[in-house]
């Protein structure tokens, strides 16, 4: 099944980019992003975030007591077991402790991880999670308004990198702590003006504050990565958070800088070449051959039969269709003379 998959992809890419099947392999981002369903196997995230596979995946339900998944159709609700049991346990404390009525939970990973079709780069081995930045509200989107409603940013509306004290409240900020002392956690992905309200504002304890890292985008979702977990001995850990640098002072500043958000300066045109350029031997995109070994045989892997209920993709309705113009009267030709 997997050998017909590749050839029919390659087959496909190959006359929609007028090249041969033998130069140019299929995108690996189109091997991963067509598989629906997670593969049987010991769960193990294989690789490291932004380059590897996942192996016996876990969905999150759709629904739970404090929390929804979004965006549905994207079929990114699947993830190692620790991350989905991480995101259970959040939703419900949260709700006990911090005033946070529950999560709206975006992208997780895809059946087998690996690289998205569109979006992330990461989120690739079932360790990452993004969670909206909205207070799940006291009723149950449909499905369709799961596809159809945003997430909302909690900075000003004045270009300035500040959060509005109105959108981003104490209980963001209990929720966001709430998630970065757990164990598990090994970073937490949020705007650097999110990052800034919490150094000045938290009281409680600091000691995990190192783990909250300003980077770009993330004012209106957090991400949670974790730890890579035991069992999973392919997984390559990310650099270790200095846990005794609570990240307030000269990191934060550049971030807060007008360094960072500079544009990019336009490339130098390059000098025309004396002699044709040579042909790069590989494609400049991932391959299959790009990721770890061992992501082959998850490809290869057949699903688990029966298929867990959680693993199934709701059909989504789609959008009403909008109103036909009203017609005006039709206009009588007139005679000829």
């Not at 990191?251 to 130098?268: F, I």
């Not at 391959?287 to 959680?310: M, N, Q």
Request: neutral net charge; charged residues 20%; aromatic residues 8%.
């Amino acid at each position: 099944m997997y050998l017909k998959k590749v050839f029919l992809i390659a087959l496909t890419s190959a006359m929609l980019a007028g090249a041969s099947l033998a130069q140019e392999p299929p995108p690996a981002k189109i091997l991963f992003g067509s598989e629906t369903t997670p593969s049987t196997g010991t769960p193990q995230a294989i690789g490291f975030y932004s380059k590897g596979c996942l192996s016996g995946a876990v969905a999150l339900p759709i629904d739970g007591p404090n929390w929804q998944a979004m965006r549905l159709s994207r079929n990114r609700r699947f993830g190692h077991p620790k991350m989905i049991e991480v995101i259970e346990r959040l939703s419900r404390d949260a709700a006990q402790y911090d005033g946070w009525p529950g999560l709206l939970v975006g992208d997780l990973s895809q059946p087998r991880g690996g690289p998205m079709l569109s979006g992330h780069a990461s989120h690739q081995i079932g360790l990452d999670a993004d969670v909206w930045l909205n207070p799940m509200p006291d009723r149950r989107y449909t499905l369709r308004e799961r596809e159809d409603i945003s997430a909302q940013s909690v900075l000003k509306n004045d270009g300035t990198l500040f959060v509005d004290p109105e959108k981003f409240t104490p209980a963001h900020e209990r929720l966001l702590m709430r998630a970065a002392s757990y164990t598990e956690v090994q970073r937490i992905f949020v705007h650097p003006g999110i990052k800034k309200a919490l150094c000045d504002d938290w009281t409680g304890d600091r000691t995990n504050l190192a783990k909250l890292r300003p980077y770009y985008g993330h004012h209106y979702h957090f991400h949670i990565r974790l730890f890579c977990e035991p069992g999973s001995p392919d997984c390559k850990p990310q650099n270790a958070v200095d846990m005794s640098d609570d990240g307030c002072g000269a990191n934060l500043s550049w971030w807060l800088s007008d360094e960072p958000w500079k544009p990019k300066e336009p490339a130098k045109k390059p000098e025309k070449p004396e002699t044709a350029p040579v042909k790069p031997a590989r494609p400049s995109y991932m391959t299959l051959s790009d990721l770890p070994k061992a992501c082959e045989a998850v490809l290869e892997a057949p699903a688990p039969s029966p298929l867990p209920e959680t693993a199934l993709t709701p059909k989504i309705p789609l959008p009403p269709l909008a109103p036909w113009p009203e017609v005006g009267p039709v206009p009588t030709p007139r005679s000829a003379g």
